[in-house]
T-cell receptor, first 115, second 111 residues
Framework: GAGVSQSPRYKVAKRGQDVALRCDPI?????LFWYQQALGQGPEFLTY????????KSGLPSDRFFAERPEGSVSTLKIQRTQQEDSAVYLC?????????????FGDGTRLSIL | DAKTTQPNSMESNEEEPVHLPCNHS???????IHWYRQLPSQGPEYVIH???SNVNNRMASLAIAEDRKSSTLILHRATLRDAAVYYC????????????FGSGTKLNVKP
């Protein structure tokens, strides 16, 4: 079946522009996660949804970052007034159920470059 | 937050076994041990996880020390497609939504 799909695959924006990154999780997956991965480093947690509820947004680096999942399926990560330090790969992952033993299924990410 | 320590890089020959170590001396009794790997330009891929007992699946085996302060991911016959960054991650039972990846081990497989 289809895996986690992220779009666009690449995004270039000028500093100060707003961007929106989309994640289509595996159908029926309850949990959805966003991560930020800087070059040469491991992914870092940004936020977590269970269905449409955003249960943890403690990893969002500033109030310029906003995520939503209004119908409990597709999610969008929005970054307002982008800065150069926002350049990174943004990864989305989903899992069938919540819980510490649940594997996460990752998309291939959106590579964001801020000029 | 419990952290893990892994070697920065390792090298293996094709078709030989690979043992990737991970130290997690501050692990709590309810932390699950997960392993993921990430190939270039791809998202991380789940490999295996365990709690206390050793685990086997089609991709790998996970050996967990008796005191749970370390674990080893075993690839039984490395192939060139196994060249990736391997992450050992602790996932708390009661705060499971956060994964802490660390820097991982970059595995190079020589033909």
């Amino acid at each position: 079946g289809a895996g986690v799909s992220q779009s666009p695959r690449y995004k270039v924006a000028k500093r100060g522009q707003d961007v929106a990154l989309r994640c289509d999780p595996i159908s029926g997956h309850v949990s959805l996660f966003w991560y930020q991965q800087a070059l040469g480093q491991g992914p870092e947690f940004l936020t977590y949804f269970q269905n449409e509820a955003q249960l943890d947004k403690s990893g969002l680096p500033s109030d310029r970052f906003f995520a939503e999942r209004p119908e409990g399926s597709v999610s969008t990560l929005k970054i307002q007034r982008t800065q150069q330090e926002d350049s990174a790969v943004y990864l989305c992952a989903s899992s069938l159920r919540q819980g510490a033993s649940q594997p996460q299924h990752f998309g291939d990410g959106t590579r964001l470059s801020i000029l | 937050d419990a952290k893990t320590t892994q070697p920065n890089s390792m090298e293996s020959n094709e078709e030989e076994p690979v043992h990737l170590p991970c130290n997690h001396s501050t692990i709590s009794g309810t932390d699950y041990i997960h392993w993921y790997r990430q190939l270039p330009s791809q998202g991380p891929e789940y490999v295996i996880h365990g709690l206390t007992s050793n685990v086997n699946n089609r991709m790998a085996s996970l050996a967990i020390a008796e005191d749970r302060k370390s674990s080893t991911l075993i690839l039984h016959r490395a192939t060139l497609r196994d060249a990736a960054v391997y992450y050992c991650i602790l996932r708390p039972l009661y705060n499971f939504n956060k994964f802490y990846f660390g820097s991982g081990t970059k595995l190079n497989v020589k033909p």
